[in-house]
Nanobody, 114 residues
Framework: QVQLQESGPGLVKPSQTLSLTCTVS?????????WSWIRQPPGKGLEWMGL???????AYSPSLKSRTSISRDTSKNQFSLQLSSVTPEDTAVYYC???????WGQGTQVTVSS
């Protein structure tokens, strides 16, 4: 069974870059189709941010594309999210998941505040 675990700082200052890592167990990021990042701001719905394919190619939400980068470390079976120039509006619970499956991380709260 695939398990995902997000990790990273819980507090980021405005204008800085948010960096999160998703560690995968029970599956390989180089053989399963896609791996994605999703967030949920307080009081709002889920927002898809982007994904990385097993090949290493990426796709991003048009609204976040200019600030988002997803990469991977195949030696550690991890994939990562970087969101630049953050503002308080980027405060959210951030999740990694396998699209179309029940495989989700538990989520990690990130607050953008000075």
């Amino acid at each position: 069974q695939v398990q995902l675990q997000e990790s990273g700082p819980g507090l980021v200052k405005p204008s800085q870059t948010l960096s999160l890592t998703c560690t995968v167990s029970g599956g390989s990021i180089t053989t399963t189709d896609t791996w994605s990042w999703i967030r949920q701001p307080p009081g709002k719905g889920l927002e898809w941010m982007g994904l990385i394919f097993y090949s290493g190619n990426t796709a991003y939400s048009p609204s976040l594309k200019s600030r988002t980068s997803i990469s991977r470390d195949t030696s550690k079976n991890q994939f990562s999210l970087q969101l630049s120039s953050v503002t308080p509006e980027d405060t959210a619970v951030y999740y990694c998941n396998v699209p179309g499956t029940e495989y989700w991380g538990q989520g990690t709260q990130v607050t953008v505040s000075s």
